[in-house]
């Protein structure tokens, strides 16, 4: 009984509020700046356009997503087909920019009907179904609320430790340019001097042979 | 049974209500892409967004109530917050815009905050019941949590935008020293045969009458 109560209670989170239109053979990205080791929950429904009731209805036929996310390597971590109503998870290994990307595996090339894509990403605590974790574990409602504060304060550490990786590389970044702007001038100064010299020789030579000295 | 499809229901429509959602994505140049949400009347909602790279960091955004009437429009704004209370019920469509510049490519941030937050339980409102000492310092624990993390997420989105930008900076300083070197040396040669050729000519002039 409580097990069916929260597969349907999973089953309505799937219709989240939000959405947007792409064509269907469209493809949309979004990008999810996260930290590593961080839980990335979607959700999403597509419905097409329908021309005779001139509204979005669900997809019939075998209509479904392709859910695609590269980590900040361009290496591709999740790439999947899922019905037109779905849910992905996928975790991070190296923090950084995580590419998700939407299309439709529609083959239609003519008369492509409009999408409706209905999206919702959590990332890291917010992922958490706390429903779920309090049916699971037998939770007390304060013991509850203690486990989303040790939740959050792990993600604002692992959010702190990956500002503090970013603010490395970034000076990093820095230096090196210093260093190369430095180096650079001197290049530049050593260019201007070779070519005043090759200048002066050459005009010297060509004096000379015009016999003007 | 009827206990637990009224409490199905409850939580089907809170789900609705109480939403919070963040996006970045690409917005490429001489386009623009519109968001909907549905939202209650009488919600409060607020929405934040920030052009992370790209031009010069601005887009327009529009957002539209349900009867049509413009509640926010702003051309070339790096970032802006707007907080609205709903006075009807329906879809609410927001939208980033582009079209003014031809080649820059954006990516926008935007957060989305619906109503108040969702409760862990149901049933588990803060006004529902009296509360424990403990439970209200674990809420305001819980509130203040909230905040840092999204202080962290305006200074992670600040950071990034100054990163993009001394990147781009750093490439742009890198082409025109390559092209000044360039200079250098063409304008070195074009001297040479500027003054080659004006001793040329004096030298001709004479031994020619």
Known sequence: ?213 | MEHFTFILALFATLFCLTYSVELTFELPDNEHQCFFESIEKGTKSTIEFQVITGGHYDVDMELTAPSGQVLYKDVKKQYDSFTWTADASGIYKFCFGNEFSTFSHKVVYFDLQVGDEKPLMEGMDSQAKAMTLMETSVQNVHEDFKTAIDYQTHFRLRELQGRSFAEDLNERVMYWSIGQSVVIVLIGIGQVMVLQSFFTDKHKTPSAT
């Open chain 1, 1 to 213: 009984m409580l097990i069916s109560c929260f597969s349907v209670l999973i089953l309505i989170s799937n219709v989240s509020c939000l959405y947007f239109h792409i064509g269907e053979t469209q493809k949309k990205c979004f990008i999810e700046e996260i930290p590593d080791e961080t839980m990335v929950v979607g959700k999403y429904k597509v419905e097409i356009f329908d021309r005779n009731v001139n509204d979005y209805i669900p997809t019939v036929y075998g209509l479904g997503m392709h859910v695609e996310v590269r980590d900040p390597d361009d290496k591709i971590i999740l790439s999947r087909t899922y019905a037109a109503e779905g849910r992905f998870t996928f975790t991070s290994h190296t923090a950084g920019e995580h590419v998700v990307c939407l299309h439709s595996n529609s083959t239609a090339w003519f008369s492509a009907g409009q999408l409706r894509v209905h999206l919702d990403i959590q990332v890291g605590e917010h992922a958490v179904d706390y429903q779920q974790v309090q049916a699971k574990d037998k939770l007390s409602e304060l013991q509850l609320r203690v486990r989303q504060l040790l939740d959050q304060v792990e993600q604002i550490t692992k959010e702190q430790n990956y500002q503090r990786y970013r603010e490395e590389r970034f000076r990093q970044t820095s230096e090196s340019t210093n260093q190369r702007v430095l180096w650079w001038s001197i290049a530049q100064t050593v260019i201007l001097l070779i070519t005043g010299f090759l200048q002066m020789k050459h005009l010297k030579s060509f004096f000379e042979a015009k016999k003007l000295v």
